[in-house]
């Protein structure tokens, strides 16, 4: 890793197109920001053989005028994992990014991991590979490096649209697929049928919500856990109806001790307990400081001790999935959805 100058910090900003940034606002990029080493990178290997980069780019709620600009700093940067979904409506915008970086020689497209999701609309099996094509369009990619299904809906029986997607892989159009908010029962149901089994399983998963014992079963049935709104998804509070005074893992004061005593930002260690926990990690920032900041936890770990602190916060799930919850269905609980 190396340490930024100001100099550097000004002509790395100036070839991302951005401003200089403020005196003020320096300070803190310097304090933060670092060349990322790639021959340090964590990745895990999926059943498929193949590996994932344990820290990726979210892209939830990066709107279309600035997930653009995001996505090519987060590469220049070192990032190879960039997360993605048709019902962001902004993949259009992520496509832009890549060919940017394509054909500016920045990276390869064999060097990156893109994964893209199967929108509930889309579930019917006729409709979804209609879908892949439509993301894999807006990406302007040929294949998608993981494919999800984003919920767990119930109509079509979740089998039908998994051998749609199983087709999907067997065309090279996803290199591996895999689900998303799936719950242990849906998991061995899906499991006991299932050709391809699913190589991911992206849920929540932050010290508020660990979903321990999710983690523990894929991890024995060879599924890879990807933990999403690492850092308690704040920015979605009036989206998700959870009132304002709703705790959050970035404000905790045992989160903020552990960070003083180790020099990190919150942020990170929040990330780092992902990455130590073997999963891999989607922070989404569209701030360049931030992004370097939330990518530099991979040369350092969280002890032993601090991690059992971190391990007995309060639980709080903080996208509940209410909106698939109603008396005409596709759910008529919380807990049969996340079941």
């Given at each position: 890793?190396?340490?930024?100058s100001?100099?550097?910090c000004?002509?790395v900003?100036?070839?991302?197109h951005?401003?200089?940034l403020?005196?003020?606002?320096?300070?803190?990029?310097?304090?933060?920001?670092?060349?990322?080493?790639?021959t340090?990178?964590?990745?895990?290997k999926l059943?498929?053989?193949?590996?994932i980069?344990?820290?990726?780019?979210?892209?939830?709620?990066?709107?279309?005028?600035?997930?653009?600009?995001a996505v090519?700093?987060?590469v220049?940067?070192?990032?190879?994992?960039i997360?993605?979904?048709?019902?962001?409506?902004n993949?259009?915008?992520?496509?832009?990014?890549?060919?940017?970086?394509f054909k500016?020689?920045?990276?390869?497209?064999?060097?990156?991991?893109?994964?893209s999701?199967l929108w509930n609309?889309?579930?019917?099996?006729?409709?979804?590979?209609?879908?892949?094509?439509q993301?894999?369009?807006?990406?302007?990619?040929?294949y998608m490096d993981?494919y999800?299904?984003?919920w767990?809906?119930?109509d079509?029986?979740?089998i039908?649209?998994?051998?749609?997607?199983e087709?999907?892989s067997?065309?090279?159009l996803?290199?591996?697929?895999?689900?998303?908010n799936?719950?242990i029962?849906?998991?061995?149901?899906l499991?006991?049928?299932?050709?391809?089994?699913?190589?991911?399983?992206?849920v929540?998963a932050?010290?508020?919500?660990?979903?321990?014992?999710?983690?523990?079963?894929c991890?024995?049935?060879?599924i890879h856990?990807?933990?999403y709104s690492?850092?308690?998804?704040?920015d979605?509070?009036?989206?998700?109806?959870?009132a304002?005074s709703?705790?959050?893992?970035?404000?905790?004061?045992?989160?903020?001790?552990i960070?003083e005593?180790?020099?990190?930002?919150?942020g990170?260690i929040?990330?780092?307990w992902?990455?130590?926990?073997g999963?891999?990690?989607l922070p989404?920032?569209?701030?360049?400081?931030?992004?370097?900041?939330?990518?530099?936890?991979?040369t350092?770990?969280?002890?032993?001790?601090?991690?059992?602190?971190l391990n007995?916060?309060?639980?709080i799930?903080?996208?509940?999935g209410?909106?698939?919850?109603?008396p005409?269905?596709p759910?008529?609980?919380?807990?049969?959805?996340?079941?």
């Open positions: 890793e190396v340490q930024w100001r100099q550097t000004d002509r900003r100036r070839q991302l951005l401003r200089p403020s005196s003020t606002k320096m300070a803190t990029a310097l304090g933060t920001a670092r060349i990322f080493d790639l340090k990178m964590l990745t895990a059943s498929t053989g193949t590996h980069p344990l820290v990726g780019l979210g892209t939830w709620k990066s709107a279309r005028g600035e997930v653009k600009d090519i700093t987060a220049k940067l070192g990032y190879r994992h997360d993605c979904a048709a019902v962001y409506q993949e259009g915008e992520v496509g832009e990014a890549l060919q940017e970086l500016s020689g920045v990276v390869k497209r064999e060097d990156l991991w893109i994964t999701k609309s889309e579930h019917a099996p006729e409709k979804v590979e209609k879908a892949a094509r993301t894999l369009k807006d990406l302007q990619l040929e993981l999800l299904i984003h767990p809906l119930i079509p029986p979740i039908d649209t998994w051998r749609a997607m087709a999907l067997d065309k090279g996803a290199k591996a697929i895999g689900v998303s799936f719950g029962k849906k998991l061995t149901a499991l006991a049928e299932a050709r391809i089994p699913p190589a991911v399983n992206q929540e932050h010290p508020y919500n660990r979903n321990s014992e999710l983690l523990e079963w991890t024995a049935h060879g856990l990807t933990a690492p850092l308690g998804s704040g979605s509070a009036a989206m998700m109806g959870r304002d709703t705790p959050s893992p970035l404000a905790d004061p045992v989160v903020a001790q960070a005593s180790l020099g990190k930002t919150t990170q929040l990330i780092r992902a990455c130590q926990r999963t891999s990690v989404k920032s569209v701030k360049p400081e931030r992004i370097a900041s939330n990518l530099d936890v991979q350092w770990s969280i002890p032993e001790d601090m991690m059992a602190k007995n916060l309060q639980q799930r903080m996208l509940p209410t909106f698939l919850v109603k005409s269905g759910f008529e609980s919380v807990t049969e959805l996340w079941a």
